[in-house]
Nanobody
Framework: QVQLVESGGGLVQAGGSLRLSCAAS????????LGWFRQAPGKEREFVAVITNSGGSTAYAESVKGRFTISRDNAKNTVSLQMNSLKPEDTAVYYCAATYSPWVSAALVTTAAGYNYWGQGTLVTVSS
């Protein structure tokens, strides 16, 4: 069982940066793959970024590639999303998610259905 709490959202101008953090409680954090998803008003939840249990592999949605960076600190039970060059279309509620994935060669899970645990979300608003 993992509990996730996001923080770091807020209002930023286009071109600016924000860093989202997600703190996890529970056991064996390093056995979970972690992802960030977002949901804009009136739209479906979409994949943003994912990182494997060891942090050795990452993947990004095309819309954020080169602007966002996902990282994790297994000693501190945290996962972060550094967001640079923000655009108004990045406005959404951002969710941290975890999936039990203990294998050495774990796959990168990029669909919401693949995650068992979710945070409550943090709102990011990018003004033009």
């Amino acid at each position: 069982q993992v509990q996730l709490v996001e923080s770091g959202g807020g209002l930023v101008q286009a071109g600016g940066s924000l860093r989202l953090s997600c703190a996890a409680s529970g056991r064996a954090f390093s056995l979970y793959g972690l992802g960030w998803f977002r949901q804009a008003p009136g739209k479906e939840r979409e994949f943003v970024a994912v990182i494997t249990n060891s942090g050795g592999s990452t993947a990004y949605a095309e819309s954020v590639k080169g602007r966002f960076t996902i990282s994790r600190d297994n000693a501190k039970n945290t996962v972060s999303l550094q967001m640079n060059s923000l655009k108004p279309e990045d406005t959404a509620v951002y969710y941290c998610a975890a999936t039990y994935s203990p294998w050495v060669s774990a796959a990168l899970v990029t669909t919401a259905a693949g995650y068992n645990y979710w945070g409550q979300g943090t709102l990011v608003t990018v003004s033009s």
